[in-house]
């Protein structure tokens, strides 16, 4: 069973992989993810994705799953590549927020790496390894996720900076994923002000103007 859906589960706080496991726990399970639009692999276009299984089947599974123009690389780090995919989906909410509010791409950059800390930080505490963030899974989906129209979590965002409406029939998955990270991360006693910020703008809790004073005036520290 390969997951090919990004998120975290409301109800068990638990990734794709760990859902797909307590249904068929016989199962063979693996997660492909990574920076990709379906419309573009679709139309052919070449890109790279992470392969996320244990280490036998992922190298089978690279070898049956990759094409001339979709190039597979694997990982045994499952929670990483599961929570990459997750978590980046939120941030870029956060991404098209800042843009759809006028605050500029330098605010955007600036967004996108404290998220990206945000991610690690969170990850590594559940048992990922950094540096699968640091790669397709991670970094590499979110810097997609981030900077394209095409993304229906940023184009959500947008339209949430603008104060404008969005096509209800669309996913968004990000919304969901903050709410259940904002659990997840209260749960281990970790702070995530821009997942929290992301799930206060969408439940109305919170206004724009807040939500930039919330983060700009955080204490200062070390990066």
């Known amino acids: 069973m390969v997951a090919c859906c990004k998120g975290v ?16 726990p016989k199962a063979t399970t693996a997660i492909l993810t990574g920076p990709s639009f ?3 692999i679709a139309r052919g276009l070449p890109t790279a994705l992470t392969l996320a299984a244990e280490e036998r089947v992922g190298a089978v599974l690279q070898g049956l799953l990759s094409t001339p123009t979709l190039r ?3 990982t045994d780090d499952v929670i990483g590549a599961e929570l990459g995919g997750a978590l980046k989906n939120v941030i870029a909410i956060a991404a098209g927020v800042v843009i759809g509010a006028g605050l500029g791409d330098s605010a955007r950059a600036a967004l996108m790496t404290r998220g990206y800390a945000e ?3 969170l990850a590594q505490h559940l048992g990922a390894r950094a540096e699968t963030l640091a790669g397709l899974s991670g970094f590499g989906d979110l810097v997609l996720t981030c900077t394209s129209a095409q993304s229906r979590n940023f184009r959500f965002g947008l339209a949430l900076g603008q104060r404008s409406g969005f096509d209800p029939k669309l996913t968004v998955e990000g919304v969901a994923t903050a709410k259940a990270v904002v659990r997840l991360a209260r749960k281990h006693g970790l ?3 821009i997942t929290a910020m992301v799930d206060a703008l969408v439940d109305g809790a919170i206004t724009m103007e807040e939500a930039v004073q919330a983060l700009m005036t955080r204490p200062l520290k070390q990066e």
Do not use: K, N
């Not at 589960?9 to 068929?24: E, T």
């Open 119 to 121: 991610m690690v930080r």
């Open 38 to 40: 379906a419309a573009d």
């Open 191 to 193: 702070d995530v002000p």
């Open 9 to 24: 589960d409301l109800a068990s706080l638990q990734g794709p992989v760990s859902v797909m496991r307590g249904i068929w």
């Open 72 to 74: 597979l690389y694997r």
